[in-house]
């Protein structure tokens, strides 16, 4: 005689209709390899693009830092990155210090896209400035420094939006609530919807006067009010960051630990 184990999800009633809790929601992380779990083209490059994590394509330009190198980390034992579940990360390791004095330089480390068709359909209203998206990720550097969030939305009239992400030698949970807005477009197919990406060094062409926090137009390529490049110019340096999760709603819940072979076949998509 088998026994069929149910586990037990959590719900919640409203006006007679039983919804399960957001918390447990499977499929709630619309970014797929978030806890960079797959790594099907290798574990390290000395080269940007699509080399390593599966998904991620870091683009660099300039910053004179020697070689630099990309790769999937090991999260160590001892920490609340590591308690929260996440055994690998994604990082980038420079050769020696360097600088960002070319005014075209721009390093842009964690970059990643979700279909268009993916936003469309998550239930978000996203012309509804009251309707929200949640975005958390875990990050560290070897030099504290601030570094820049940018979504941009690639369907009808180009906007982005920015905010700053602190990074310090510890792992650190950065959390931003993002509402829509009456601008936003996102087509129901499999074209890019939604970029986002994590700069860690600019020049002075991505400084200058950004509305920080709020949908804008995609015309300037402003980041920062400031270059950011702390972490180079402090000498060899990495940074690591994991824990990528964009869901529907106005609360961060707890990362949704995907199995590595459910990761797999969303990769290869």
């Given at each position: ?9 959590e719900s919640?009633?409203s ?9 447990n ?10 806890a ?6 290798g ?11 599966d ?6 330009t ?33 050769a020696?210090?360097?600088?960002t ?12 896209r ?8 998550s ?8 309707s ?116 529907v709603?106005?609360?961060?819940t ?10 797999l076949?969303r990769?290869?998509?």
């Amino acid at each position: 005689m088998s026994i069929l184990k149910v586990n037990k999800v959590e719900s919640t009633t409203s006006g007679g209709d039983c919804v399960v809790n957001a918390t447990n929601k499977p499929g709630r992380n619309l970014i797929i390899n978030g806890a960079c779990l797959v790594a099907q083209r290798g574990t390290s490059s000395t080269s940007h693009g699509y080399n390593t994590v599966d998904r991620l394509k870091p683009y660099e330009t300039g910053t004179d830092c020697g070689t630099k190198t990309w790769s999937q980390s090991d999260v160590a034992a001892g920490n609340d990155c590591y308690n929260a579940g996440f055994r690998k990360a994604y990082k980038v390791t420079t050769a020696q210090a360097g600088n960002t004095s070319t005014a075209s330089d721009m390093f842009k480390h964690w970059a990643t896209r979700i279909e268009s068709q993916d936003i469309a359909s998550s239930g978000w209203k996203y012309t509804d400035p009251n309707s929200k998206l949640a975005l958390s990720f875990w990050i560290k550097a070897s030099t504290a420094d601030n570094f820049q969030v940018q979504l941009q939305s690639h369907d009808g009239t180009n906007k982005k939006f920015n905010f700053v992400a602190p990074a310090t030698t510890s792992w650190t949970k950065i959390t931003k609530i993002i509402p829509g807005h009456a601008d936003l477009s996102f087509d129901n197919n499999n074209g890019q919807g939604l970029s986002i990406g994590l700069y860690i060094a600019t020049g002075a062409d991505f400084a200058g006067s950004v509305t920080q926090e709020t949908w804008v137009a995609n015309t300037v390529a402003f980041l920062n009010s400031s270059q950011i490049n702390t972490w180079i110019a402090a000498g060899a340096g990495n940074v690591e960051t994991t824990g990528w999760q964009l869901e529907v709603g106005d609360t961060v819940t707890d990362y949704e630990h995907r199995s590595y072979g459910d990761e797999l076949l969303r990769c290869q998509r």
